[in-house]
């Protein structure tokens, strides 16, 4: 092997910190599961797995500093550690899983877990995974649900209570901002994996079930809201739902049914860079249930009085 900090691109004087972002960024472009075929990449990529093996050993790298260890010998010692393969990084990212706390797993990001999980799922599902050296195993197959959530949970997020088909109960944590067909994925919490594979995943699909006054258009949700006639005629202050609860809005004297009012902030809440909706609120002006002898008398003396079309622009052929 030629100078590891050259194959890693760091210099001799690194910190930990540093030797781990360059293998890290290293690892994700040279994996031979991520490039199929390429025979040049996956002996780069020994190289440099060898290299931070080296390198993120603080006794090795000071022996190596000092001379002590032949710059053409492999980390681990001789020609076994010069052979490692995609299957050693493999065993070892299964173990580092596994036991949650491993220098190893520390080096790679939430996303990056999620990616050679899902590389090793493929290869174990395949053909032994891991185990391709000679300790097969596989990981266990992932399992599907399905849920129904309520508009207002799926809109403003929250907490639903599941129960696994093994039956596990755990608490499922519904983002703001759920749609229809969205999965959520539980790690780990899948079928269990033979010879000590790591568990697959649950995936869980999301319903959402039709509300009977909200609905959603994007970032915005709205709503029908029904006033009296004299809500409508002399403005008033009402009570309006929203996800987020009630709130007080304010009708304007004179409105027409059909006129909207804004709600700013209170539609879909902030999610994935997306700023927050506002709720908009269209006014229904709904005459009573009952026949009101009162309000008929007075509408006919007012009509006598103020009369009016409002269709009189209107033009009808």
């Known amino acids: 092997m030629s100078d590891p900090y050259k194959i890693l691109g760091v210099k001799p004087n690194s910190s930990q910190a540093e030797i781990k972002k360059a293998y890290r960024t290293l690892a994700k472009k040279l994996h031979p599961d991520l490039n199929p075929g390429e025979t040049k990449i996956e002996q780069q990529f020994k190289e440099v797995t060898a290299a931070y093996d080296l390198l993120s050993d603080e006794t090795k790298r000071a022996k190596y500093d000092r001379g002590g260890m032949n710059a053409g010998a492999r980390p681990g010692g001789g020609s076994g550690a010069s052979a490692k393969t995609s299957s050693g990084f493999w065993k070892a990212w299964t173990s580092a899983r596994k ?8 080096i790679f990001d939430d996303d990056d877990a999620d990616m050679f999980d899902d590389i090793l799922r493929r290869h174990g599902q395949g053909d032994g995974g891991a185990g391709r050296g000679g300790n097969a195993y596989t990981v266990g197959p992932d399992v599907n649900y399905k849920l ?3 508009f207002v949970e799926a809109a403003a997020g929250g907490t639903k209570r599941v129960t696994l088909s093994d039956g596990k109960t755990l608490d499922l944590k519904i983002p703001p901002a759920t749609e229809s ?7 780990g919490q899948g079928r269990k994996g033979s010879s000590s594979g790591p568990a697959g995943d649950a995936f869980v699909e999301i319903t959402v079930e039709p509300h009977d006054y909200f609905h959603r258009d994007g970032q915005t949700i709205k709503v029908e809201i029904p006033v009296t006639l004299y809500e409508a005629v002399l403005g008033a202050t009402i009570t309006v739902p929203t996800i987020h609860g009630n709130v007080s809005l304010k009708v304007p004297p004179k409105s027409n049914s059909g006129a909207t009012l804004r709600l700013k902030g209170k539609g879909i809440p902030a999610m994935g860079g ?10 229904k002006v709904v005459l009573p249930d009952r026949e009101d002898p009162d309000l008929i008398k007075l509408m006919q003396k007012w009509v006598e009085e103020n009369g009016y079309n409002p269709r009189h622009k209107m033009r009808f052929s």
């Open 148 to 150: 129904k959530v309520s």
């Open 181 to 187: 067909g969205k999965t959520l994925r539980l790690k």
């Open 99 to 106: 036991k949650q706390s491993s220098n190893f797993s520390d």
């Open 274 to 283: 997306k700023p927050a909706g506002d709720q908009l609120v269209t006014l």
